[in-house]
């Protein structure tokens, strides 16, 4: 871990691109990683490079630092729960990269922290923010990663009332995409919780008509 930690602070994009493929085998077998979290502040360290990568302007080390924080998720579980704040942001601007690789992979990402780090209702109450992200298309992503979400764990694990709001406000939107999402994803809510819905929306002042 020590060598990782240095390793992942390099700058040069193929020196990068090893690293991150040495890391994905380290952390693809415990009996070579035993040392992973015997530094806490190592760990931190290393998670918030990995971000960074994220965050590159470079398509590919942005999906290998979406894989190798995939990885981590693998292996912490409940344990990378602290991270989830560090990540969510940089996985909310990736659901607006261009590339539709990486908006499929920031996506998985959150939906793979959903599974494994915490319950949905707690990244969500992060993610919600992405409702007012400036890139119309990571305002689309959320809508649309609330799709996801309530196909794979139905209304049960989510606050809906606190969510709903954001796609009335969505309805709105400057971009016909996001409109688009944001009807797709009430549509979802409807399916899962039926006319309480409906009478909520009439509440907030949506047409009936709409």
């Known amino acids: 871990m020590d060598y990782f930690c240095e390793q ?26 035993p040392d992973l979290e015997q530094d806490q502040q190592r760990l ?18 942005a999906l290998l630092g979406l894989d190798v924080l995939g ?14 704040g560090t990540v969510l942001l940089p996985l ?15 996506q998985n ?6 599974s494994e780090a915490a319950p949905p209702m707690y990244i969500w109450e992060r993610l919600a923010v992405g409702f007012k992200h400036k890139n ?17 764990y139905g209304a049960q694990p989510l606050i809906l009332s ?3 709001p954001h796609l009335c406000v969505a309805f709105g939107d400057s ?23 409906r009478i909520d929306l009439t509440k907030r002042g949506i047409p009936p008509g709409r």
């Open 175 to 197: 971009n016909s995409q996001v409109r688009d999402a944001a009807i797709l994803a009430i549509v979802e809510v409807y399916r899962h919780v039926g006319e309480k819905v």
């Open 44 to 61: 931190d360290k290393v998670i918030d490079e990995l971000t960074a990568w994220v965050n590159s302007s470079n398509f590919k080390v």
């Open 92 to 106: 909310i601007d990736r659901m607006g990269d261009a590339k539709d690789q990486v908006r499929e992979q920031a």
């Open 162 to 164: 606190k969510l709903v």
């Open 8 to 33: 992942v602070q390099q700058k040069d994009v193929g020196r990068r691109m090893q690293v991150g493929q040495e890391l994905l085998e380290y952390l693809s077998d415990p009996a070579r990683s």
């Open 136 to 152: 119309y298309r990571s305002r689309e992503g959320v809508c649309l990663c609330l799709v996801a979400t309530l196909n794979i």
């Open 109 to 114: 990402l959150i939906l793979k922290l959903m």
């Open 71 to 84: 990885a981590f998720v693998d292996r912490l579980a409940g344990r990378f729960k602290p991270y989830i």
